[in-house]
């Protein structure tokens, strides 16, 4: 049976600076696939380019030349405001520092994107409740940021990302901030995550231990993908 | 040294920080330099322009009313001749300009001594029929070289001595009035006065002499016109001015007239005997060079009063002897204090508020350098080196901002003085710009001040910081209660005000509410008071919370402020003339008290506000709640941000709301006084002369003005006086010669209550005071039904009506309040029952009975206003008499029957509406100029002139509306000031946030959200700085209004202007918000979420 592919790159190249003399090749001509239901790990050394590819497909920045499908949608031809409203609505972001509003609650902070998807308040409170409550974060809900550990943190993080059930989960070094027992805790709910509910993820580590625990491995080398994982590299 | 060099590299190392702070500085220090160099400049200013208005004069000597005539010797021989009771001039006051020249005592300290007249005359064009009543004449002497100039339009010095007989030089003020558009020069005016031909009689001799009116019709051509310019004494240029011979012919020529042409059996009975040739009323005196000090002037003017006086006799007490340069120093000293204090309250005020944005900024800075500092402490530098460090970096920026600030107070200085030379109407190169080294000493003085208290508090805390915590990034949580020291340290405050509030004298503890009568002793009851209020909430912040130790005391201080508002202002009774210091310190309280009160509540505000948001946009379907709780949070978050951003919009807007409403509300406020005073007049008709009543004047006037089909007509209209007299009140109370005051007398009889004219809405008050229970009552003869307070002054009123006797004497009633004369109090000059003597006719000398006193009334007012108004009002004002009488009374000066009033009313139903205007020239134009005007008919030199009643106030409002456009323009200062802190906040805020707004571009916010939820949160503090703003400043605005017109202004609120407001801050905090806002939702996602501030 053929895989659904949930996320395709054709021939992406990312230049910072393109033409003047302190230009960067950051990305170059990169082509992967990632299908729905998968974990996936993206892995290279620092510098290697790992967080402009997650960039790239977020949006976040624009690709210099190349195609990027998302879901079946091709983020070339987005405007900025139709690039936002495809990574409000379809990607959900999960960063090494966490990046929580450190002036909000661990509710308010998972709130906040049903909210900017105009979401009644009611509605969007009752999901992120229940959804931290599954993370195991039920007696910290009205807890800021600065009263949790680092893994309660990320699992706070994790539970923004999902409140919009996203397509795929890009994660960005989502371990890189945490001791080696939060890390696994962390990555054992991804794997959760994506077993009982087959969302999809992809995952920025330069950690072979949590490469490890991903369906497959890219790797990328100088800006250019060197390894796929799939069977037919 | 290392500490030199780091701070010296800070400062340039935040370059758009630290330019911030500078701006603020250098704006604090421009402001107190600017009040300096304004507040001096301005009062020497006044002085200057007040001197120039004097030339040379050093002191002067008016009569108390213009027709009295300091004469030479003939008359006082003439006199002699008449009755051996009356000594040769040489033995007497006759040719007091003569004999001063001759007494020694005098001449010692006088080096000139001008003679002149200055009187008033009715001066009709007769192309057009224009008229001006009581205009100003000076006949200036030829030979008068050192007291003054006049200048044309071209600069050119127009000399007394090159006009003809008949030709008069005309002040610009009075071209347009009379000519409107037409050239004047070469034109031919008519020119009508009057005098008496006796100056007056002893009231304690048995001699009796009629003065007779003699009225002087000419015509005079003008051959220039002198501007309001120039270094000259007439710096004003609303008169006429002439040669003092001429006028003296001209005098000379009617009285001669008159005497040949007077009925020879009356000649013979009683002779017209009058002036010689040399007739003056003022004289002008320029005292010695050796004479240059105020004090020597004292002297001097001392000596040559007392001369005067005693030359005269008692009558030495009809004239007003002004030592007027010392004068002007003394009004150049009050204004420079006045001014001073009054722009330094308010420039306070707006400097608080520039320090507010310094430390806001400062605040920023720190916090953005938390982890530089925690490293500098974690490789060994101490508290005191990250102290010192960071002061002296303060002290660079306060140095640099007070070297702007000292150029940047020149250009205010400069630029203030350009203003109130335009709204007060004076020339600017009058003005010389004070700006000494003491100013540039105190602008560095305030600039280091600035800068290091700014700097200190800041510094501090950054030396406090936990560095371990700060270098892992934790925010540690701050202690909620105050410590015991701070407790210790508030309760010795409060029982330091304590004992302060029971050693004061007047003391409110023992005395209450008599503590509160006199304005200064309220004022030093103030302080003791309001820290012993900071006791509960040290308590409070002790025991329970900061927060509600803050709300506490923020609610003794608001208290405090209306407790004094609403209650003490009532109780004050008098004031020595001082005030704004106690109005400053309720506003402090004010302004405190509301910031702090927001402040320590700011978490359940925001949450208040960030609930209605959400309940308003509830059914929106897009990301405008995520933006209103991102902003809401923010803002409660930054708590001290916030307060230092809603504090300096709110103290700003105090200011400018309070100053709006203080305006708005004496420009508008007294509409309701007035027409209830005037019962609703809106015009009054005068005419130069007495019109017979066989004319039919006031019919002729409603069959042609009254309900025709214009836009504006008469609904009533009636005659007031029929006759007026300008007399002496000659007060026996004390005996002997006693004191002689200036009174104006007006005559009544049954058609002054216009039994005809019932209408609801025009019925004219006559408050009279029975002076036994002080209570007024309304007095309306033509209301049916109406209650009769005191069954005696009705009586009184009636028999003064029908001009008859109560115990034999004929009845005189007397206005004792000045409706206009705001503040000034009451001026009694009579009391019911007095005596009060009156030269008559018919019986000479005969004692007249106050019967009652008016306390109010419409016509006083406008007569009075007609009749003084160049010489401001008398202190005696107005009494009234019947008709019968006034016709046979002389009194000492005799009759004048110079005007006839007739007032009106409109179907306008407000009494400021401009239409009127219009209206009163077509009425001017019907009895003027038009073909067969009923002034040509009577073949006399008269004409009729339009008043509307509102004009009588409008000409107080003119310069009260100077002084507040002055005030307005100043405070208006403040929103520089905002909307630099606003704009410091904003970039700040956006700079800080940088990552998370990478944050939330990566979590689906577009770049409108990022800006709008940067807007929303500064438009929320300014939106929270405007209600404190419209509150405090309307509460303010109300307390000065009231205190002002003693509760007789009603206060309104100024809805446009605070509009006008509310709509500037919102675009003050959209500009502000908007430029970083788009700057920051324009960097890229990801580049925002590599910043690591």
Known sequence: MEREEMLTLTNVHKIYNEGKSNEVVAVHDVNMVVYKGEMVALMGPSGSGKSTILNLIGGLTPATKGTIKIDGVDTNGLSNEEMTNLRRDRIGYIFQHFNLLDFLTAEQNVVLPLLIQGIPNYEAKRKADMLLRELGLGSRIEHYPNELSGGQEQRVAIARSLITTPAIILGDEPTGDLDQASAYEVMSMFRRINREQGQTLLLVTHSEEIGALCDRIIRIDEGTIVETGLEEN | MITLKLAWRSVFRRPVQNLAVIIGITLGVSLFVGIQVGSQSLGQSFGTVAEHSLGRTEAKVDPLLWDFFLTQETLQDELSAINPLIPPHNQSR???????????????????????????????????????????????????????????????????????????????????????????????????????????????????????????????????????????????????????????????????????????????????????????????????????????????????????????????????????????????????????????????????????????????????????????????????????????????????????????????????????????????????????????????????????????????????????????????PQSVKIGKKSLYFGMLITILGLVYAYTLDPNPFVQGKDAFLVLEDSEQIYLPIALVFLGPSLLFAYFKSKKWGLTIASIGLMSWAYINIFVIFNWIETSNGGGLLYVAYVMFSLIGGSILFVSSNLDTLASLGEKTFSWMVRNRKSPIRGTTMVAFRQMRSKKVRSTLTFALFATILTLNIFIGSWSYSTRYGFDEVIQEISGNTDVSIISSQPIERSIGFTQRLMDEFGKTDREVYLEYMKPVTVSKISSLYYNTSDGGLGEFERFAL????????????????????????????????????????????????????????????????????????????????????????????????????????????????????????????????????????????????????????????????????????????????????????????????????????????????????????????????????????????????????????????????????????????????????????????????????????????????????????????????????????????????????????????
Do not use: C
């Not at chain 2, 003699?214 to 002439?242: K, M, P, Q, W």
């Not at chain 2, 800041?458 to 270098?471: D, H, M, T």
């Open chain 2, 94 to 476: 006759g040719s007091l300009a003569y004999q001063l020249r001759q007494n020694e005592s005098v001449m010692e300290y006088v080096e000139a001594l001008t003679e002149r007249i200055e009187t008033t005359a009715t001066v009709v064009y007769e192309d057009t029929g224009s008229i001006e009543v009581s205009q100003v004449v000076k006949g200036i002497p030829v030979n008068e070289t050192g007291f003054g100039k006049l200048y044309n339009s071209e600069g050119k010095i127009l000399e007394i001595s090159s006009l003809a007989m008949g030709e008069v030089y005309l002040g610009r003020d009075s071209v347009s009035t009379i000519f409107g558009d037409v050239d004047p020069i070469g034109k031919n005016l008519t020119f009508s006065t009057s005098f008496f031909s006796v100056e007056f009689a002893n009231p304690n001799s048995s001699l009796s002499i009629t003065p007779k009116l003699i009225t002087v019709n000419t015509s005079v051509r003008i051959v220039d016109i002198f501007e309001d310019r120039g270094l000259g004494e007439e710096l004003f240029s609303g008169f006429i001015a002439t040669s003092l011979d001429w006028m003296q012919g001209m005098y000379r020529s009617a009285l001669l007239d008159a005497r040949a042409k007077q009925d020879p059996v009356e000649k013979q009975l009683n002779p017209i005997i009058g002036y010689g040739d040399y007739m003056i009323n003022t004289i002008r005196i320029n005292f010695k060079d050796k004479i240059s000090t105020d004090a020597l002037r004292d002297v001097a003017f001392n000596e040559t009063r007392d001369a005067i006086k005693e030359q005269l006799g008692g009558f030495g007490d009809l004239y007003i002897y002004s030592n007027s340069l010392n004068d002007i120093h003394e009004n150049i000293a009050d204004s420079i204090e006045n001014i001073s204090l009054l722009l330094n309250v308010f420039g306070s005020l707006i400097a608080f508020a520039a320090v507010l944005v310094i430390i806001n900024i400062q605040s920023m800075a720190l916090q953005a350098r938390e982890k530089e500092t925690g490293i500098q402490r974690a490789i060994g530098a101490n508290r005191r080196q990250i102290i010192v460090s960071n002061m002296l970096e303060s002290l660079f920026l306060g140095l640099i901002g007070s070297v702007l600030g000292v150029g940047g107070g020149y250009l205010y200085g400069e630029a203030m003085i350009l203003f109130l030379s335009w709204s007060f109407g004076f020339d600017s190169s009058l003005i010389t710009l004070v700006f000494t080294t003491d100013i540039i000493t105190t602008s560095f003085f305030w600039g280091m001040v600035i800068s290091l208290t700014t700097g200190l508090l800041p510094a501090i805390n950054a030396s406090r910081i936990n560095v371990a915590q700060v270098l892992r990034g934790i925010t540690p």
């Open chain 2, 746 to 1093: 007006g005559a009544v009889d049954e058609d002054f209550m216009w039994s005809d004219a019932l209408h609801s809405q025009w019925q004219i008050r006559f408050d009279l005071d029975d002076n036994k229970t002080g209570t007024p009552f309304e007095f309306m003869e033509d209301v049916q039904g109406e209650p009769i307070a005191n069954i005696e002054d009705e009586k009184a009123w009636e028999a003064a009506l029908n001009g008859t006797m109560i115990d034999g004497k004929p009845l005189i009633i007397t206005e004792t309040i000045g409706s206009f004369e705001f503040g000034s109090g009451l001026n009694i000059i009579a009391v019911q029952g007095d005596s009060i003597y009156l030269n008559t006719t018919d019986g000479g000398l005969q004692e007249f009975l106050v019967a009652s006193i008016i306390t109010s009334n419409p016509l006083t007012s406008i007569i009075r206003d007609m009749t003084h108004r160049e010489r401001g009002h008398p202190t005696g004002s107005i009494g009234i008499v019947a008709r019968k009488w006034a016709e046979n009374l002389t009194m000492f000066s005799g009759k004048i029957d110079t005007e006839e009033i007739f007032i009106g009313k409109s179907n306008l139903k407000e009494i400021n509406d401009q239409r009127l205007v219009d209206f009163l020239l077509d009425v001017e134009f019907w009895a003027n100029a038009r073909e067969g005007a009923y002034r040509k008919e009577t073949g006399k030199i008269h004409g009729v002139y339009g008043l509307r009643v509102y004009s009588i106030y409008e000409r107080f409002l003119e310069g009260q509306y100077r002084f507040f456009n002055f005030l307005q323009a100043y405070v208006s200062l403040g929103f520089l000031v905002g909307i630099l802190g606003l704009l410091v906040v904003a970039s700040r805020s956006v700079a800080e946030r940088k990552r998370q707004i990478g944050m939330l571009r990566a979590l689906g916010f577009r770049r409108g959200d990022v800006v709008a939820s940067v807007v929303l949160e500064l438009v929320v503090t300014g939106f929270i700085g405007l209600i404190l703003g419209i509150i405090n400043g309307t509460v303010m605005g109300y307390a000065l209004t009231t205190i002002n017109s003693n509760g007789e202004a009603t206060f309104l609120i100024p809805w446009l202007l605070i509009l006008g407001y509310g709509a500037l801050t919102f675009i003050s905090a959209i500009i502000a918000a908007i430029l970083p806002g788009i700057s920051a939702s324009r960097i890229p996602p990801s580049d925002a979420l590599r910043y690591t501030g």
